[in-house]
């Protein structure tokens, strides 16, 4: 089978944000506490931060992170992390213990350790309006209040600066503690927003829309908090998870055109409504939902109420990186009105990065599509047209066998991601870019390795699932442009 794609160097689509390549952290099982965070860990510094973890987040290259939650965010007081006394307290939203040991400065010197800008997520399920701007203040104001005076007697002299923020999350589930309606969240969203911004002028702020496409209010969900937040938020949050059901592999992996769809019909809302905000991906990923639904929630309910406990750790395939390898293009090919996106999450819980407590750290599949694709797409996203066989889908419907971003930037330096959906079969990419002549410096896949199962996934014991070089690229060039051909394998990103 072969595909044809097409495009010209001058075509873009606009430019690649940094921020596209954002991540999360939330109190919730072992993504903090013996994931990022392990006092007495034989690679941890004096503060506990694990060095193999901010080894591998390093060279994952995530650009900003949200925190501190998540369902956690919906119950949590911000004031038990900072300061000497750390109370214990009940996280309902995980069941757990939360010792509130790692909190607010914790979080900013690891940030600060790792190289990323904060996302920070303010509770308005059980608090609103107070509690924000107080956190707001005690992270942003410089000083002579009491707020900003007990950051800097806590260690912090300079205000924190944090510009991301975001209004809650997830206020449309049912699930969320302090759930509410779209004219209830859309109300006291903008309230929030309004005063936080006389405080701090200078901030991004996020409001939230749905928790994924299937929701029932979804869609009406946009357009209620949109109206009453018109104006004063820079950008809408859209999370969005996937996975395999029933086998049919499939549909799993049109996730990125699913995706595609899901910021299509965001776009439409804000552009019905004349405004301009950009779309937060801002949590995103690849995550058996049975597997929480099944086993974590009844082991949760068995063991009580415990400090991090084992929760939604994916050990991630073939399949699924390859899966987020299209999600990735997906963003890419939205840059236009996705202003930013975070992986949900970083460490353990359906995380690129996995540790055991005392022992290892170690990269997941998934954790190879990310890095390479936040090391090597810049620029701007170009335009680009795909003919050729189409794969029909129980889910989706119709889409590409073939699917394709790519980036190009002034120094000349590009980069195409392809993802082979024909799970039996290699296919053939031609691919024709106008007005641009170029070579190939490095091809490589990631694909069943040595044709073992799709479901190989990696451990602490032994890594086999990365990226291989991709033989047997051809590249020609003449006055109008370059043509690349390469044979993708089954199954491949
Ligand atoms: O990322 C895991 C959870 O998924 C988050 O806490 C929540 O916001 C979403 O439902």
């Known amino acids: 089978m072969s595909v044809h794609i097409e495009g010209d160097a001058g075509q873009v689509i606009g430019p690649v944000p940094r921020r596209l390549f954002g991540s999360f952290v939330e109190h919730m099982g072992r993504s903090v506490y013996t994931g990022l965070y392990e006092p007495g860990h034989s690679t941890s510094d004096e503060r ?16 900003v992170v949200r925190y501190p939650g998540g369902n956690f965010v919906s119950g949590y007081r911000w004031e038990d992390g900072v300061g000497p006394d750390r109370p214990r307290r009940l996280d309902p939203s995980w069941h757990s213990v939360e010792s509130n040991r790692f909190g607010l400065h914790e979080f900013v010197a690891w940030a600060e350790a790792a190289g990323i800008e904060v996302m920070y997520a303010v509770n308005l399920g059980t608090r609103g309006i107070q509690e924000a701007t107080d956190v707001l203040e005690y992270c942003n104001h410089p000083g002579g209040t009491e707020l900003s005076e007990r950051r800097r007697a806590n260690g912090a002299d300079r205000p924190f600066g944090f510009k991301l923020w975001c209004l809650g999350n997830e206020m449309d589930g049912p699930w969320q503690i302090g759930h509410k309606t779209a004219d209830e969240y859309g109300r006291l969203a903008a309230e929030t927003a309004r005063v936080m911004r006389m405080i701090d002028p200078g901030l991004e702020l996020v409001v939230a829309g749905s928790s994924h496409a299937d929701m029932p209010t979804f869609g009406e969900w946009e357009r209620t908090v949109l109206r009453h937040t018109a104006g004063l938020v820079d950008h809408i949050s859209l999370h969005a998870y996937y996975q395999e059901l029933h086998g049919d592999t499939d549909s799993y992996l049109a996730s990125g055109a699913a995706l595609d769809a899901y910021i299509g019909t965001v776009a439409g809302i804000i552009d019905e409504l004349g405004l301009d905000v950009g779309i937060s991906v801002d949590e995103w990923n690849v995550w058996d939902l049975r597997r929480w639904n ?62 055991e407590p005392g022992g290892p750290a170690w990269r997941q599949s998934t954790f190879h599509p990310f890095q390479r694709v936040a090391a090597l797409a810049g620029g701007s996203s170009l335009r680009l047209s795909v003919e050729g066989p189409r794969l029909r889908t129980a889910q989706h419907g119709e889409v590409d066998l073939v699917d394709v971003a790519a980036t190009v930037e002034d120094s000349g330096r590009g980069a195409v991601f392809l993802t082979n959906r024909a799970t039996a079969a290699p296919t053939e990419v031609r691919l024709r870019l106008r007005g641009a002549r170029f070579g190939v410096y490095a091809a490589e896949t990631l694909t069943a390795p040595d044709g073992e199962s799709r479901h190989a996934v990696n451990t602490a014991v032994s890594q086999p699932v990365r990226p ?18 390469v044979t993708l394998p089954p199954l491949s990103w």
Do not use: C, K
């Open 48 to 63: 506990g931060f694990r060095g193999d973890v901010l080894e591998l987040v390093r060279e994952l290259g995530p650009t």
């Open 294 to 355: 099944e086993v974590d929630q009844a082991r949760l309910a068995e063991g009580g109420w415990r400090e991090h406990p084992r929760i939604i750790e994916d050990d991630y395939t073939v399949t699924d990186a390859v899966v987020v390898g299209s999600l990735l293009s997906s963003l890419l090919r939205n840059v236009d009105r996705v202003t930013m996106a975070n992986q949900a999450q970083l460490v353990n819980v359906i995380a690129p990065i996995r540790t």
């Open 468 to 485: 291989v070089p991709l033989p047997g690229t051809a590249v020609t060039s003449d006055p109008g442009g370059t043509t690349i051909t």
